[in-house]
């Protein structure tokens, strides 16, 4: 394995450039005589001399050790494993333990969060701190053309008064938004993909998957947004000066896509010649925001007093205070107007993954981004409130002395202006009137329009980076496997470049549409859920009270992050309720979709610690409740083996218990436990992997035991949780008992006798060509590694060839020899038995035509054989197939002992195609039939009765298990009685799909197990797959209401 040290011992991973950020490097602890196969003999370092005083296998605490199997950075540090130190020491040769560990033979799950360990970075990479990554970005993005061209507006519509309520509720938003936001990304490593990326690792995939796709779209044409907004003041000045090129709506066109291609030109060059522009941006705009407060200081001229600035003044601030709605606008509508001037909290967030430190960059830049923003809206906003009146006509002869007479229309009387004429016909100046209020207040009025263009162009700079950052950590996370190919990144600073061009497209067509008056609530409403889903992520981890919440960000409470939640579905509704309606839907389907496909990943979401919480609470609720016949379900333990070895016996079980019960897959490692430990541990997760893949609803469990019997009974005894305990054991059928070992046949006897101890309802599927393909497993699985290998093969010989002329001639030797070792061992007739085998292992797989469960229903067992034969007739693989009824009669009553059981089976109202009386069951077998039994039994007889007492005693010492011909006759007639079923299944039921019989129970110590063995084997041979079924004598069945 390849090794990376430096002086000192110090583990040196060369995929990630140290940094004064980075995590310090710890040593690990070393102990002598290692057995490294290269020989190599590390000193004890004096870390562990210190701490301990003695050379031991245990390792100090070190980060490496946590970092994730996954790692892209390919190796991690491992720490001795349990076995490793308990195991008895193995002086000659020591123990191998190796400071890393590659992907491949990495021992944790696939599943595993790979952001967990920091990812492989390009010499020269550019990181950013907190200011100029996050504070100047959120600034800028927050600052938009709504600063310059609708504040007036709103507070001309709303009032001082409740034009500060709505800047405040605004920024209780975003402030409940970050406070969540915060306490998320301070709770682990925050990796490159911002909002998507903490929704994602939060609350899972499906809710990550869906927003992170709405988020990123939102951002692409946010930049279309942002453009035509530029584009739309550069044609206003162009109209002013009569240059236009061709008309108003095709010049914001052609200027917006000129102006989206130069800023895609500064994205594409990197994240440095982005974050400069950006300073630039923010220098003028901050410029801008100087100007409007001195030009506030500045007199004003006639011309600035006749379109409504006379300065600061009481009075002006006292009429502006209150309301004046018009146009029929509301408190809502303004509200709606505005909001959109407070996103874009995200926009540090968003290239979480080129911040130096994330965790401590993004709380500390939003919050403070957000207080600055927020006064600044403020105090612009009051600046202009005390200095403009609500209407003015522009007219410089618009004078009280010119006009005469009273004044009384606005407060512009007391400075000599009569704006009266505004109550009767549209004015043009004023808060109200003219969005270019700003610019007249300001001290040089060319500054604002520098302003506009900053704060547009910063905005549409800063969307067209966030998308695709966004979108490229979405694709990497192979949620949507179709857009995999966007996840490509090039560069130091793995740029997007795909997802740049992607998002480029988008935003030059709505440019091009040039009508975004519809799609503008849309985005909004998008930011909004993206926030609501973050307030939800805070709210659901801390309801969760997973030990892994451990947020470094304490000034957040989970309460007030559900209350934003809500406050940002309402915001939505309140800015647009079909919008709101519109992305809820496209955020479900998504859900759904992600639902449905199952992507691969395992984020250790809230999700599951909620489902974990959950979970424990109902099994314990249901513990509190008792048991009820109308409640009863199969749930069953099924002793399968590995579940891939005896398919057909775990496809019917789970037909039993699908959507109704437990389905538990067991296996029994018998032999000594220390050497069965390792592949009880690995078949734990290989397992349960495929039951998920197969997607069957069971579980697996497995122990480790001396013997098969022991093993299943700790598995009968331990199995389940409270209520959901097993209640019904599953077995296959022991084809091979006449001629497996006397101790085998006794222990799986044995795991019979012990499910009618514990209760346990028992079934034996019997299916004619065997149930067992674990040998047809493991060739396919040797056939595929041989083919594996050739393959390898095939291309040693083509590299050493260079692959001229060879390449087909190797092909074809290969495959002719690959031929030759997998057929030579085989026989046709081998080959036909297995191919025989794997078609009835896998047939309860397929949907079963017309035909008849045939059930032998013989003694009455509580209801379990007529109820799980009702239950498979609910499948869909099962409702062609009609219910037939054997019963035993009495001669001489056969119809009452019909209509009887009619009369049953309507109370239990369970339907059957026919019900039939056998009269005869009672009958001694045929001779011929009697004769194979006694053939069948003739090895395992003892013969006892033509011997002397002393040898007869003898031969029960020698041979105890043998069937003994005192035995024999005392269960004479139950004998008689396997025997004549099995005659009378092969008439009646030998078309059958499947068959039910009632199982017979074998005395404990009275009758042996060989015995016991012939009559399963007599009553069940050459028959359809059929079930033997008894039940715990408890009745599942009721007719009551």
């Known amino acids: 394995m390849e090794r990376y040290t430096s002086v000192g011992g110090e583990h040196v991973n060369p995929a990630f450039e140290s940094s004064k950020d980075d995590p310090p490097h710890y040593e690990e602890t070393s102990f002598s005589g290692n057995g490294y196969s290269n020989g190599e003999r590390r000193e004890v370092r004096p870390s562990v001399v210190s701490a301990f005083g003695h050379d031991t296998l245990d390792r100090v605490p070190n980060i490496d050790f946590y970092r994730n199997a996954g790692s892209v950075s390919g190796h991690r540090a491992v720490r001795p494993s349990l076995q490793e130190l308990h195991d008895v020491f193995q002086k000659n040769g020591g123990l191998d333990i190796p400071d890393t560990i590659d992907d491949g033979e990495s021992v944790g799950t696939p599943n595993d969060d790979v952001e967990s360990v920091l990812p492989p970075s390009k010499g020269g990479a550019v990181k950013f ?274 006009l005469g007479g009273p004044c009384e229309f606005s407060s512009a009387c007391d400075f000599g202006y009569d704006f009266s004429i505004c109550a009767t016909q549209k004015c043009s100046f004023g808060l109200m009137n003219n969005f270019q209020v700003m610019t007249l207040a300001s001290g040089f009025g ?162 599951q610690a909620v489902t974990f919480v959950n979970a424990v609470n109902n099994a314990l609720t249901l513990s509190g409740v008792d048991d009820h016949i109308k409640n009863f379900r199969p749930q069953c333990i099924v002793l399968t083996g590995s579940p891939r070895t005896r398919p057909a016996l775990l496809d019917l079980a789970h037909s039993f218990t699908k959507n109704y019960g437990l389905c538990l897959t067991c296996e029994v490692f018998v032999g000594q436990r220390s050497e069965k430990l390792p592949d009880l541990s690995t078949g734990m997760e290989v397992n349960q992997a495929w039951l998920k893949q197969q997607k069957r609803k069971a ?84 056939m595929h590694k041989l083919i594996l290998e050739q393959q390898a093969l095939e291309n040693e010989e083509i590299q050493e060839e260079g692959g001229k002329g060879f390449f087909k001639r190797s092909r074809k030797t290969s495959k002719q020899v690959l031929t030759i070792s997998v057929n030579m061992p085989q026989a046709s007739d081998v080959a036909q038995i297995n191919q025989r085998l794997v078609e009835a292992s896998s047939q309860f797989k397929k949907k079963q035509g017309k035909g008849t469960i045939d059930i032998w229903w013989l003694f009455d ?76 039994i003739e090895p395992f007889r003892l013969h006892e009765g033509k011997k002397e007492a002393a040898e007869a005693e003898a031969l029960r010492r020698e041979n105890p298990w043998k069937i003994t011909d005192a035995e024999l006759e005392n269960f004479e007639e139950k004998t008689y009685l396997q025997v004549r079923l099995n005659e009378l299944l092969q008439e009646s039921s030998r078309a059958a799909k499947l068959i039910i019989v009632s199982m017979p129970i074998a005395r404990k110590g009275s009758v042996s197990d060989h015995l016991y063995m012939a009559w399963l084997d007599v009553l069940t041979k050459n028959l359809p797959p059929t079930i033997l079924i008894r039940g715990n004598h408890k009745s599942v069945l009721t007719f009551y209401s």
């Open 129 to 402: 701190g907190w200011i100029k990554g996050v504070l100047v970005r959120c600034m800028l993005n927050i600052w938009g053309v709504m600063l310059f061209i609708r504040l007036s507006w709103v507070f001309g519509q709303a009032g001082a008064g409740l034009g500060i309520v709505v800047v405040l509720l605004s920024m209780v938003v975003t402030t409940i938004t970050c406070l969540s936001l915060s306490a998320i990304c301070t709770n682990g490593v925050v990796r490159g993909g911002g909002a998507y990326y903490l929704i994602s690792r939060s609350l899972g995939p499906e809710f990550g998957g869906s927003i992170g796709l709405i988020f990123a779209f939102a951002n692409a044409v946010g930049v279309a947004m942002y453009v035509v907004g530029f584009a739309e003041t550069v044609v206003d000045l162009l109209k002013e000066h009569d240059v236009l090129m061709v008309d108003e709506v095709n010049d914001i066109r052609i200027v917006g896509c000129i102006t989206v291609v130069l800023l895609l030109g500064i994205s594409v060059a990197g994240m440095e010649w982005e974050a400069k522009a950006q300073i630039v941006l923010l220098i003028i705009l901050l410029v801008a925001i100087v100007n409007v407060f001195v030009g506030t200081f500045i007199p004003a001229s006639t011309d600035k007093n006749s379109k409504g600035f006379f300065g600061y003044h009481a009075s002006i601030m006292e009429e502006n205070f209150g309301p004046d709605f018009r146009d029929g606008e509301t408190f809502f509508s303004v509200f709606a107007i505005f909001f959109p001037a407070a996103t874009g909290i995200l926009a540090g967030a968003n290239i979480s993954g080129d911040l130096k430190d994330a965790q401590a960059a993004i709380p500390k830049g939003t919050l403070l981004a957000i207080l600055i923003t927020g006064v600044t809206y403020l105090a612009v906003a009051l600046c202009v409130s005390a200095t403009v009146v609500r209407d003015a006509t522009g007219n410089s002869n618009d004078t009280t002395a010119n």
């Open 446 to 607: 060319p500054l604002i329009i520098a302003g506009t263009f900053s704060a547009t162009l910063s905005s549409a700079l800063a969307s067209l980076v966030s998308a695709p950052k966004v979108f490229q950590a979405l694709c990497k996370d192979k949620i949507y496997k179709g857009l995999y190919f966007f996840a490509k990144g090039y560069g130091k600073n793995d740029e997007p470049i795909r997802g740049y061009v992607l998002t480029f497209i988008i935003a030059v067509a709505f440019i091009l549409i040039a009508q975004l008056n519809v799609i503008a609530p849309i985005i909004s409403n998008f930011f909004l859920a993206s926030y609501a889903l973050i307030n939800f992520s805070c709210f659901h981890a801390s309801y969760a009270k997973s030990p892994g919440w451990r947020p470094g960000y304490k000034y957040y409470n989970m309460w007030l992050s559900l209350f934003g939640a809500v406050l940002c579905c309402a915001v939505m509704f309140v800015i647009n309720w079909w919008a709101a309606l519109l992305t809820y839907a496209i955020e479900l389907f998504l859900y759904v979709y992600v639902t449905v496909k199952k992507p691969n990943v395992n984020w250790g979401s809230s999700t």
């Open 699 to 782: 579980f697996y469990a497995a122990v480790a035991s001396s013997s098969f019997r022991e093993g299943a009974e700790s598995l009968l005894q331990a199995s389940g949780l409270g209520r959901l305990k097993p209640n019904t054991l599953m077995i296959g059928f022991k084809r091979d008992w006449k001629t497996a070992q006397v101790p085998d046949i006794k222990s799986y006897v044995g795991v019979l006798h012990d499910a009618f101890d514990f209760e346990y309802g028992t079934l034996v599927l019997r299916i004619s060509q065997g149930l067992d393909i674990s040998h047809v497993i493991k060739a396919e699985e040797e």
């Open 861 to 936: 067992d509580g209801g379990l054989t007529l109820l799980l034969p009702y239950i498979l007739t609910t499948r869909k693989k099962w409702k062609d197939c009609k219910m037939r009824i054997f019963v035993a009669g009495q001669p001489g009553r056969l119809q009452q002992d019909k209509e009887e059981m009619e009369l049953l089976l309507k109370k239990f109202r369970i339907r059957c195609a026919d019900i039939n009386v056998i009269p005869d069951i009672n009958v001694r077998p045929s001779a011929e039939s009697w004769k194979s039994f006694e053939d069948m």
